[in-house]
């Protein structure tokens, strides 16, 4: 196996032809091909990652109309206590700025149900609203409910609210009323076969509104989430373990202070890695030994006890040996 041809990574061109701020501390960028030529088409959901000034690669979903395929759009909310990305975003980008970009790659998309129920918190209506923008173009039914800490914070506000889907969004506040504010318990309520949830937002946020909905009986099936960080794992235990491919039977040692991409990519071994956080799924191995740790939010539980796949990124091994592939 040559372990340095595992991954070749395609890459975009594409100049920031729009920098706009839509609320307080987000700001839209409009992305256009550096040439005549048009973007790779996407569908509703997608995300590209964007290899910022700085060097940090981020994922941002798409947020505009998947038949817009002449541009990109994407939306940064500024994070002061984050790794630096989106800083760099804010403060190195301006128009005319020249980005490597991935092509887009769909981890969220829209199933064919006769009726879909997307919920947005805060950051997370960007591949909601690419959603929204599909499902009113078909002429399918839907609803939005989009819930902000208040107008300020509210991006996109007077595009929605001038859309052709303008009718089936309901927009909610932290600082309104108790009576005015979202209810995943109300909105779930009626669990029916036909039709789907979509849900992307802050960890919190996405976790309760699941909850709700599975406790209200629908089916995991039809519940659908995005996360945009992963929760904080207790590593206070870590052990040192070895990954052994099953092709080749090369073993490599993982101690508590790396991951297994980073063990691997020591030993020059370089796999396909992009979030790094275990909610992007680019990094999927196959597990054929073992019982893998699984620390990330891709797999559903379902996924994650079947224990056949894992996200080296950030997941480790419950056994002193585990047996991959790719």
């Not at 040439?35 to 798409?62: C, K, M």
């Not at 006769?114 to 039914?141: E, F, N, Q, W």
């Not at 932290?174 to 909105?187: G, K, L, P, V």
Request: hydrophobic fraction near 35%.
């Amino acid at each position: 196996m040559n372990t340095q041809d595992i991954h070749v990574a395609t890459t975009l061109k594409v100049l920031v032809r729009e920098k706009e701020t839509v609320a307080d501390g987000i700001v839209r960028f409009e992305l256009r091909p550096t040439s005549g030529e048009l973007l790779p088409s996407f569908t509703a959901g997608s995300h590209i990652d964007v290899t910022l000034p700085n060097g940090a690669v981020r994922q941002y979903s798409l947020c505009n109309a998947p038949d817009d395929n002449g541009r990109y759009e994407i939306a940064v909310l500024l994070e002061p206590l984050g790794r630096g990305g989106s800083r760099s975003a804010h403060v190195d980008l301006h128009r005319g700025s020249v980005l490597q970009i991935s092509p887009p790659r769909n981890l969220f998309p829209l199933s064919d149900a006769g009726h879909s129920i997307l919920i947005a918190g805060g950051i997370g209506i960007t591949p909601i609203l690419s959603m929204a923008h599909h499902l009113a173009c078909g002429g399918r039914s839907f609803e939005l409910h989009y819930c902000t800490r208040s107008v300020a914070r509210t991006a996109f506000l007077e595009r929605i609210t001038s859309s052709e889907f303008a009718d089936s969004v309901t927009i909610y506040h932290d600082d309104y009323t108790q009576q005015e504010r979202f209810s995943a318990r109300n909105t779930l309520a009626s669990p029916t076969d036909d039709t789907h949830i979509y849900v992307c937002g802050p960890t919190g946020f996405m976790d309760h509104v699941i909850g709700v909905a599975l406790a209200a009986g629908w089916q995991t099936a039809n519940v659908h989430r995005e996360y945009f960080v992963a929760p904080s794992a207790d590593t206070s235990g870590d052990r040192p373990f070895t990954v052994e491919f099953a092709r080749t039977g090369q073993a490599v040692v993982v101690p508590p202070s790396q991951s297994v991409a980073q063990a691997l990519a020591a030993h020059g071994i370089d796999i396909p890695v992009s979030c790094e956080q275990g909610i992007c799924g680019t990094c999927m191995m196959r597990v054929l030994e073992g019982e893998p740790d699984h620390r990330d939010t891709f797999l559903t539980t379902q996924e994650h006890a079947a224990n056949d796949r894992f996200t080296p990124c950030c997941s480790r091994s419950k056994t002193a040996r585990l047996v991959i592939d790719f």
